[in-house]
């Protein structure tokens, strides 16, 4: 009986005893031989994808198995379901910038330009492309104090805990897909935190890592819960152009203040109405639960309740990674192990995720990610759930 033919069903990925509270696997679903059409959503059916779109809400990171057959369109129309009006990739064209810190690790897709070629290693050929060498985030690009050479195959570190966002001009796109087409496998990591914690973690060679927004806001106290709902981020314009030069903790949440920061005269120039002020705490649009939502590494201001702005960037810093650090222990993090035709859609308004692991130059992966620029701005803790 073919996949089709099977009614879609959901497990979650952990047993109800344990700390990870969000994730589930969702069963008999082919997203590229699905019957049935809409304008927007190709060969998905209605019906498949409201059980999708319900999953992605509760749970936060849904997994399907086995979907190797695919296609980037695919790919692409499963994400624009979650927001029709969307159009174009959620960086724009940041990557077309050479300075962005995000202009080496991603190839685009020539015939489905909102899809991106990610991995690591030589690939011949692939979707249009020829003689494609992939770059997997290395941390010791981007850390202050990276892992020493000899440990590096060994251990590894969280690379950035992130949301996909430009955080300039483009609205957060609200879903993100990423699909495994190539995997290495054959050995684990130790990811070590190295904050002065002792904080390790066991985890498969090169994993997603997630963590929820919604725990994460949850763990505060109600005097921090009080303060991140009624506060707001104003974030740096250009922010991948404008820390490009700047240093990572080495917990992966946040940079290191050392003056390293482009100056805006070092900078595209700056339209004032695309810089963004996003509130730290996103509202689900089905449960209503609030999560908090802040790119740590981009962060420039924060604007309090009562009109009060606190622009001085180490400070800045130190407030946010004392919010969300709790957030990252090691119980609170899902390191999904990939398996070649894994395709995992996450809620980019309600999760944290970065880039983990340290490949030798022979192992080959190659991902597809897709996410767009949303049509609308995240919902607010003010926000009205119907």
Known sequence: MSLAANVPSASPLFPQSSNLD?????????????????????????????????????????????????????????????????????????????????????????????????????????????????????????????????????????????????????????????????????????LRYDDGSGDELDVPLGTTAFVSGYRMYDTLSSADQEFVSTSKIEYAAHPYIWMSGAKSRSDGLGLVSEGKELSESELPAIDEGKIQKLPMCWKNPVTGKLALQIHASAVRKIHLQNGRVIDDLAAVREMVHRLQRPGIAPGLVYAHDWEEGDMVLFNNRGVLHSVVGAFASEEVRLFRQCNIAASEPPLGPEAVVV
């Open 22 to 190: 969000f994730g589930v696997q969702l069963h008999n679903i082919d997203v590229e031989h699905l019957s049935g059409s809409t304008p927007w959503i190709g060969n998905l059916l209605n019906d498949d994808f409201s059980l999708i779109h319900h999953l992605l809400y509760k749970h936060q990171v849904v997994v399907v198995k086995n979907q190797a057959n695919c296609s980037p369109k695919a790919q692409y129309e499963l994400t624009q379901r979650f927001d029709p009006d969307a159009r174009g990739y959620g960086h724009g064209k940041t990557l077309d910038a050479k300075r962005s810190i995000l202009h080496p690790d991603l190839k685009t897709v020539p015939h489905q330009p909102e899809v991106q070629i990610i991995g690591n290693g030589f690939v011949p050929s692939y979707e249009g492309l020829q003689n494609i060498q992939l770059v997997h985030p290395h941390h010791k690009k981007f850390h202050a104090h990276p892992i020493p050479e000899a440990d590096d195959l060994t251990y590894t570190r969280f690379y950035r805990w992130h949301i996909d966002a430009a955080l300039y001009d483009l609205h957060p796109p609200k879903v993100t897909t990423l699909m495994a087409v190539s995997v290495p496998k054959g050995r684990r990591q130790t």
